[in-house]
């Protein structure tokens, strides 16, 4: 088979939670560890970082990864779900799967697939830790795909564990409170492997430190010991980051410590954007601190290059990502209720003083919770509703529909691209279009 091929029979053939949701979510490991089994266990022949959390997994993913690389570790990188190109999902030092090697497994191991009858999602990272194997990586960043209890991810032993907030999603799936929430991403934490959580909220923090006290793990909460605080932009696009004391509010704060360790850096320029990515810089550099002292080809100096060249090393996209200038285009792909308030803010921002117009391009998924979204959106935007090029996809005049309920209008097209090509035509050189609300629309238009 061709690639093309091979994908489409992947797509045909396997349930794909990207495409149909929640009836391709298998709520048990015993697949993927089937899998793994056939393939000689691959997961246990590189060491692994496990990132999890309902909101900035992949910005941190890719960040952790980036560091490695400038540190001179062959680094693989895992993440979900992909924008434009499945190989996205599986890089070694920020190169895609080749295509062949894609093409080659499912040929090598198709007989087993379907005796197994994996979800895509449970094929994918068995293909992921079979191909980091044979890479013999030096270590993998290991994202999340959903939840972290069950997911198929949840075979790894690593050599930490990454949480990076609760919030609220796929509680059809994870639970409908915080604490029910909480309990399936601290599912990943393991006997004696350190976590790192990147913030602290009173209704999942107790659930964090009773099972790090069950698992004898060492726990940190990132945002009780520093804060990376956005400052500007450098000339040359990234954002400048202080890291400074929690909740510190002098304009020039003493650098922090950790248990009597200075912190090496007092300030970190960042491929990526502005105050809406200040949590998650926070968690990645405190856990970026941690991988430093278990392995030593962490330098300070690859901490700051990694961090620094982001999207060049890793091929980081989608999010907080400007693709036009005249008018200004922006996407991002924050999509419940935590990422899109953290979006918006910065959004805003951006719009104060009325001298330009906002243009939102925007649609859902048919399994959020749309009252929850929608309320966070301006009112005083004009919208272009589109629905998403997947059977998931919200129809648009549903969509058009619901968001008249809170005063958000505009008018409804048959696809993204028609919709940002009707704002494009509406706009100003000065204005500004963002694209928003689902990974899947942020797709059809990088």
């Avoid at 496990?50 to 941190?60: F, I």
């Avoid at 000339?235 to 909740?247: A, K, L, T």
């Amino acid at each position: 088979m061709t690639y093309q091929q091979t994908l489409d029979y992947l797509y045909q053939q396997l349930p794909m939670y990207q495409r149909i949701g929640a009836p391709a979510f298998k709520k048990d490991l015993s697949n993927t560890i089937a899998l793994c089994a056939q393939l000689g266990n691959p997961q246990e022949k590189f060491r692994s970082v496990h990132v999890a959390g309902t909101n900035g997994k992949g910005s941190v993913s890719h960040m952790l990864a980036a560091v490695c690389q400038a540190a001179g570790l062959k680094t693989g990188l895992y993440v979900s779900p992909h924008y434009k190109d499945f190989r996205e999902r599986i890089r070694v030092n920020g190169q895609y799967i080749p295509r062949q090697r894609v093409v080659q497994f499912v040929a090598r191991h198709r007989e087993m697939l379907e005796n197994i009858q994996p979800s895509f999602f449970e094929m994918t990272v068995a293909l992921a830790f079979d191909h980091f194997a044979r890479e013999k990586v030096d270590i993998a960043i290991v994202e999340v795909g959903l939840g972290g209890r069950l997911d198929s991810t949840n075979v790894i032993s690593p050599l930490l564990s990454v949480i990076t907030n609760i919030s609220y999603d796929h509680m059809n799936l994870l639970g409908d409170t915080l604490p029910q929430i909480a309990a399936e991403k601290a599912g990943i934490i393991k006997p004696g492997i350190p976590v790192v959580v990147g913030e602290t909220h009173p209704e999942s923090a107790p659930v964090f430190i009773q099972k790090a006290a069950e698992t004898k793990s060492e726990i940190h909460f990132a945002d009780q010991e520093l804060h990376a605080i956005y400052i500007g932009v450098h000339e040359n696009g990234n954002s400048i980051y202080r890291i400074s004391p929690p909740h510190s509010a002098l304009r020039n704060p003493p650098r922090p410590s950790l248990r009597g360790m200075e912190i090496p850096h007092s300030e970190l320029a960042v491929d990526a954007g502005g105050p809406y990515q200040e949590r998650n810089v926070t968690t990645a550099y405190r856990a970026a601190l941690y991988l430093q002292q278990l392995l030593p080809e962490i330098s300070d100096a690859a901490i700051e290059a990694g961090f620094s060249d982001l999207r060049r090393r890793v091929k980081f996209m989608g999010r907080w990502q400007w693709i036009g200038r005249q008018p200004d285009i922006l996407c991002d792909s924050a999509h419940n209720e935590a990422g899109l308030r953290a979006a918006f803010e910065a959004i805003l921002a951006l719009c104060e003083g009325g001298q330009r117009r906002l243009h939102m391009v925007c649609g859902f998924v048919n399994d959020k919770d749309l009252d929850k979204a929608l309320a966070l959106f301006p009112t005083f935007a004009r919208y272009y509703f589109a629905k998403a090029n997947i059977p998931r996809g919200l129809p648009a005049d549903e969509l058009r529909e619901k968001a008249a309920q809170w005063r958000l209008y505009g008018r409804h097209y048959q696809s993204v691209p028609r919709a940002l090509a009707a704002a494009k035509r509406s706009a100003d050189k000065n204005d500004l279009i963002v694209v928003i609300g689902s990974i899947f629309v942020v797709a059809e238009v990088l």
